[in-house]
């Protein structure tokens, strides 16, 4: 396989794989990928993931389960309250096209490595503890806080490994160097993704047009 130029949206660590397994030769313009390949991998690999595991149910009601006032895409949990979960999405308030008025889409996400190992049944525990004690959602008697009925539809479980990059100290002058390095010697090679400039959808969208625009003006030249 050939290519004018290579962007490269996988992981750190998945790039740092590929790096590895690659057999890299010099280009005809006379960049040699070679020469800092091992320095790159390096790099990369100083970008650790941390696991993530997502909760989500589909529950049916006649009403907003609720109130108004707490109403939004959802809300996240700083480490500071010691609690299990990272934070809840409100899917169905996001997306409210998405699925019938009746039902209402959340997922929970679980941070804590001690529950990551445990089995579907005792994640889904914790993601209705936490929304009982945050939303008031009482999945043992199927009744809201605001005093709406509901039924559990479906619910899925599911341990994301390694997905959220940490952007730990020094985090900006490794990713500055990362982007010297491959300019020098693999100038054909762009980076993409959450693994380097922002970790969410937004920053993903945004890096992805930016990286775009760029090639255009350069081939544009």
Not at 65 to 86: A, C, H, M, R
Not at 89 to 98: D, Q, V
Not at 124 to 138: I, P
Not at 150 to 172: D, N, S
Request: glycine share 8%.
């Amino acid at each position: 396989f050939r290519a004018d130029h290579v962007i490269a949206a996988l992981p750190a660590r998945s790039l740092a794989t590929v790096f590895q397994a690659s057999q890299l030769a010099a280009s005809p313009d006379g960049t040699d990928p070679r020469r800092h390949s091992a320095a790159c991998t390096g790099l990369l690999q100083q970008i650790p993931f941390s696991s993530v595991a997502v909760v989500g149910f589909g529950l049916k009601s006649e009403g907003l389960l609720w109130p108004k006032s707490v109403d939004g895409f959802g809300y996240l949990v700083p480490p500071s309250e010691g609690q299990d979960v990272l934070g809840t999405l409100m899917e169905s308030r996001t997306f409210p096209g998405a699925q019938p008025p009746s039902l209402t889409r959340l997922t929970v996400m679980i941070g804590r490595p001690e529950h990551l190992s445990q089995s579907e049944d005792h994640l889904a525990e914790v993601a209705q503890t936490t929304l009982q004690r945050h939303l008031g959602l009482c999945f043992h008697t199927g009744r809201a806080a605001s005093g709406v009925q509901f039924t559990t539809e479906w619910r899925m479980v599911a341990v994301q490994r390694h997905c959220i990059p940490q952007y730990t100290l020094g985090h900006k002058k490794r990713v500055a160097t990362l982007s010297d390095l491959l300019a020098r010697s693999m100038p054909q090679l762009s980076l993409a993704g959450q693994s380097y400039v922002g970790v969410g959808v937004n920053d993903t969208i945004r890096i992805s047009r930016e990286v775009a625009l760029e090639l255009k003006k350069k081939w544009a030249s």
